[in-house]
């Protein structure tokens, strides 16, 4: 019989009021893909800090090889062959790529080989298809970004256990088989891959075995063979949820926002976005594709005013509203939600009722310097309760909430405002199927309403869901654009790798 690479027995995590983990057993065999499936809050990133040596279990042992091993930190971790991709990334900001990669090498030497350390991190990034800069520094890269040097990290320390948390997140269709076919070959040469995605379609082509966690316990496992995602979602979330949403026809509005040629200068001062051109109108959604850091963010930033382009115009309802700041244009009806929930979003240590009067303290929430905290309480309580955030209090630091709440109240706050223009990056990057249909339906009620949306997102299933025209960024420029009903996933995905029928160029 064969010893699995890692046996958790008996796992129990407590914290202050919580249980985590409550007696969870998983084994991690050599040769096999693990998809570890759950809800946000369901224990499963606890469970895996446990393994990675982040916490210590309040009950319970861990074996490698059969043998018992405590891990007192992720050095010790490391060092047995575990590596992971976190949700939340855990990178230093002001480092190079090259050098947070060096910062978790427990077997180097006192003197660091630099150059050597960059070219088996360009050739990790070439073999992989996850290209990156070794010497950027990570402040200057976008959360898909981020997420690729955590995958080449683990890779870099050759893994013997790799768990990765949704990794494919930042990938187009191709370097998505690319990335199965890897962690195939990863698994054929002995390792155990565990594999956590909320994308059942993911699961059922790549899983070996499937366990799923609610409420910190296992609700249910399953073999390869007995793969059912109807019985997935109900182990998941414990009921049927409806994510065939009803296709409506844009509105036939006036335009709401329209770009010319605009162009910009990203954070490193290379060209980020290039003469991007299109319109959008009211009670329709525009879905971006594309990459994580081909210019998304930047456009994004661009039409809030909170980057200057330096061509091009931006014309908003009819007027020039190109390079005004953020409050003109918040005052004009442009809302935004960032790709970073917490930090250009959220303030995190905030709670909910300062968060809710960020953008609008100096309005109906203010009289003269004054806060006006009974009218912002009552705002706060209005989104609370129409937008189902489950929280412990409005008035605990938003920190402290799930991820799929996060969202729910920085589009609330948004949506609150009664925009006549909503621009939304990557809204359900992390998010469980629970989470993922009420964002969704939030998004659907506001095109109801008339609102012109552009979303930003990784996930091709969600646009075709979604949007009503799609257009394809790659390298800062628009490639093409579609009818959401003429969409081609292999055209599509090529796009996103910047290969066209007219050599490269964008529309």
């Known amino acids: ?155 870099y320390h050759k893994s013997r256990v790799l768990i990765l948390d949704e990794p494919t997140a930042v990938l187009t269709p191709q370097e998505t088989r690319e990335l199965f076919a890897n962690l195939r070959k990863m698994a054929d040469n002995g390792c155990a891959v565990v594999f956590i995605s909320h994308k059942l379609n993911e699961v059922e082509e790549l899983a070996d075995r499937i366990t799923v966690l609610r409420g910190g316990v296992v609700s249910g496992r399953m073999e390869k063979s007995e793969i059912n995602r109807g019985a997935l979602i109900q182990m998941m979330v414990g009921r049927e949820l409806n994510t065939n949403y009803p296709h409506k026809p844009a509105g036939s509005g006036d335009v709401v926002l329209k770009l010319e040629k ?113 009218a912002a309480v009552s705002a706060a309580k209005h989104i609370v309760e129409e937008f189902d955030i489950k929280q412990g209090s409005i008035y605990q630091p938003v920190k402290m909430m799930s991820g799929g709440n996060i969202q729910k109240l920085l589009l609330g706050r948004e949506i609150a405002a009664k925009p006549q223009l909503m621009v939304v990056l990557y809204p ?20 109801e309403e008339n609102t012109a949306i552009l979303l930003v997102s990784e996930e091709l299933e969600e646009l075709a869901a979604l949007a009503d025209r799609v257009g394809v960024m790659f390298a800062g420029k628009l490639m093409d654009e579609f009818a959401v009903q003429d969409m081609d996933i292999e055209k599509i995905g090529a796009l996103m790798a910047g290969v066209t029928d007219n050599g490269g160029e964008g529309k």
């Open 428 to 447: 359900v990057r992390g998010l469980d199927i629970g989470a993922i249909e009420a964002v969704h339906k939030l998004l659907l009620k506001l095109k």
């Open 262 to 374: 605009i162009s910009a200068l990203g954070d490193m001062h290379t060209l980020a976005l290039d003469n991007v051109s299109f319109e959008i109108r009211a009670g329709e959604i525009y879905g971006i594709a594309g990459v994580s850091g081909n210019g998304q963010r930047e456009l994004a930033e661009v039409i809030a005013g909170m980057r200057l382009s330096m061509g091009g115009k931006m014309y908003y309802r009819g007027q020039d509203f190109t390079n005004k700041p953020p409050r003109a244009k918040i005052e004009a009806g442009i809302s935004y939600v960032p790709e970073d929930r917490l930090g250009t979003g959220l303030a995190p240590n905030l709670n909910s009722v300062e968060n809710i009067i960020l953008k609008e303290y100096n309005g109906r929430f203010a009289e003269g310097w004054r806060i006006k905290w009974q």
């Open 1 to 155: 019989m064969v010893t699995p690479l890692i046996s958790m027995l008996g796992i129990t995590k407590k914290f202050p009021g919580v249980i985590a983990n409550n007696k969870i057993d998983l084994e991690l065999y050599p040769g096999e893909v693990h998809a570890l499936l759950g809800e946000n809050g369901s224990g499963k990133s606890t469970l895996m800090s446990i393994l990675t040596g982040l916490y210590q279990p309040t009950e319970g042992k861990i074996l490698v090889d059969g043998k018992e091993t405590q891990f007192s930190s992720p050095a010790d971790a490391i060092s047995s062959g575990i590596g992971m991709v976190h949700q939340h990334f855990k990178l230093i900001e002001s480092f190079t790529v090259a050098e947070n990669i060096a910062l978790s090498d427990t077997h180097g030497s006192f003197k660091l080989d630099m150059a050597q350390l960059e070219a088996d991190i360009e050739e990790l990034s070439s073999y992989y298809g996850l290209k990156i800069d070794p010497h950027a520094f990570v402040w200057q890269l976008g959360v898909g970004e981020k997420q690729r040097v955590e995958i080449l990290r683990m890779l």
